[in-house]
Each structure stands twice: as structure tokens, then as C-alpha cells.
């Protein structure tokens, strides 16, 4: 067997490896919610069909998991939104404006640095923050943490979108007599679309799947959807089908997202890769 054959075996091995470990879970997940709950403890591998954990999880009087959707729906679409329009006109600023080249690497020198750091970095912080003005607890504290949160990264994927552009058009529309708000809106924004939806759902999934920053600002009114799975465990009972439910629905709406949007999500990330 040559070199070649054994790298290429090994190579496969570890993709499968790999995606054994992102899918075991996911399929076990799958499994626990049509299961019932002494059949999750016992670990029964062959258990009868049931639909009760979506019921309860949804229907349910003491279940508020329905609000919940909607405000991981509402604080990821809103801080999507804003995170996008200022990325994208930052990276226009950054790219055709005359900017001095050490306030554009200041900028984004900053924005890497902020985004290496750990989000538990800064948690405490905006607790205090937003606890000292009487915010904490509402859409407007979380929504603006998750917009600062993921600005840094989609910041970066809008300026290698935009410098993809050729700076002879640019150049051409300013000649032709375009301000640079025309030609951001006439020009820029209808080239980097595909960009621009390639950063909106990796940005909204980083939102809709956010626990650290929603645990510290929410409250039980604006409490989100991988809060409100954390609280299934409790001190004397683990409701493991509402648990294992939860997170199953929590997953449809970023796998929905991906599948409609993959073919812009590849097109804009290659589109910002190749000049």
C-alpha cells in the first residue's frame, strides 16, 4: 500500500471521526424527544413513539418556550439588522474613504482584538452597566450586546467583501459626479448583496444561539430560547424530553437558514476570498 492510498485512508478517517462527533449528539437529541422520560433514564434504545415533550414544551401551562422563540427571533433579527448596516458602511468607509492608513488598522487591530477576547470578558461589565441605568432585563440591553458582540465579525467579512470591488469603479462613479452615498447605495450595496447575506446568517446564528450574554441580561420576559433549554435542569428534576425537544426546534431555524441561504453563503464567502 502506497503513501498516497494510507494518507488518503487516514485522511477519511478523520472527516468521519469528525462528523461522528458533531452528529452522535445531534442524533441522540433526536432520539430523547419522541422518547418518554423513563425510557431517556433507562436508556432504552428501542422505546415507543411519543409526541408528549412537544406538547408539554410548547402547550403546557408552566412552559413559556413559545415566547421564547419569539424573543431569540426578535433580539437576532434586530441585532442582525443593525450589525449589518454598520458593518457594511464601515467597511465602505474603511476601504474608499480617505482614511489614514493607522486609523483604518487602529479600527480593525481593535475589532480583532475584541473579538479574540472571551465573551465572559466583558459579561460582568455590561451587567453593571445596564443594572446602574435600569436597562438590564430588557430587548434594548440584549439586543445592543449582541449587535457590539458580533459587529467585530462581520466587520471583517464586509471589508474583504467590499475591497474585493475594483477600485476602478469606484473611481469611474466619482468621476461621473456620484457623492459616495450614491455610489455605496447605487454601486457597492447591489455588488456585495451576496456578501451581505453570507455575514447576516452567520451573524444571526451566532445571535439566535448566544447563552452567556442572555443569561446575564434577560429576564423571564425576554429570556431566549437556549436560556430557557438551561433551565430544564433543576436541583431535584432534569426534564430531559423537554430538554432534548427544545433543542431540537432550537436547531431548526439556523439549519432552515443554511439550507435556503448556502448558495449565497458560498458565493458571498468566495466572492470576499478571491479578488
Known amino acids: ?38 425510557d431517556i433514564i433507562t436508556g432504552a434504545t428501542l422505546s415507543p413513539f411519543t409526541w408528549m415533550n412537544f406538547q408539554e414544551l410548547l402547550f403546557s401551562r408552566q412552559s413559556d418556550f413559545l415566547a421564547n422563540l419569539f424573543n431569540s427571533a426578535l433580539i437576532g433579527v434586530v441585532s442582525t439588522a443593525i450589525v449589518i448596516i454598520a458593518a457594511t458602511m464601515a467597511a465602505f468607509t474603511l476601504a474608499y474613504l480617505e482614511v489614514k492608513p493607522w486609523v483604518r488598522w487602529a479600527i480593525l487591530g481593535w475589532a480583532l482584538l475584541f473579538h479574540m477576547l472571551p465573551t465572559l470578558t466583558f459579561v460582568g461589565s455590561w451587567y453593571l452597566m445596564y443594572s446602574s441605568i435600569g436597562l438590564h432585563g430588557t430587548y434594548f440591553a440584549v ?38 452615498a450614491q455610489v455605496f447605495w ?65 436547531i431548526m431555524p439556523a439549519l ?6 448556502q448558495n449565497f453563503i458560498v458565493r458571498g464567502l468566495l466572492a470576499g476570498a478571491v479578488k
Request: include cysteine.
Open 256 to 261: 432552515l437558514l443554511i439550507l435556503v441561504g
Open 143 to 180: 439586543i445592543m450586546t449582541h449587535a457590539v458582540h458580533n459587529l467585530p465579525m462581520a466587520l471583517f467579512l464586509m471589508v474583504s467583501f467590499v475591497g474585493a470591488l475594483p477600485r476602478e469603479l469606484i473611481q469611474a462613479a466619482r468621476m461621473d459626479g456620484c457623492t459616495y
Open 186 to 250: 447605487r454601486i457597492v450595496f447591489p455588488l456585495v448583496r451576496g456578501g451581505m447575506i453570507a455575514a447576516t446568517a452567520l451573524t444571526f446564528i451566532f445571535s439566535w444561539s448566544d447563552f452567556a450574554i442572555s443569561l446575564t441580561l434577560t429576564s423571564r420576559d425576554t429570556m431566549t430560547v437556549p436560556v430557557a433549554i438551561a433551565t430544564f435542569a433543576q436541583e431535584y428534576d432534569i426534564r430531559y424530553g423537554e430538554m432534548a425537544a427544545g433543542t431540537l426546534l432550537s
Open 1 to 38: 500500500m502506497n503513501r498516497s492510498r494510507v494518507g488518503g485512508l487516514l485522511a477519511n478517517s478523520v472527516v468521519w471521526g469528525y462528523a461522528l462527533m458533531i452528529l452522535g449528539p445531534t442524533l441522540w437529541v433526536l432520539s430523547n424527544a419522541f422518547k418518554f422520560k423513563i
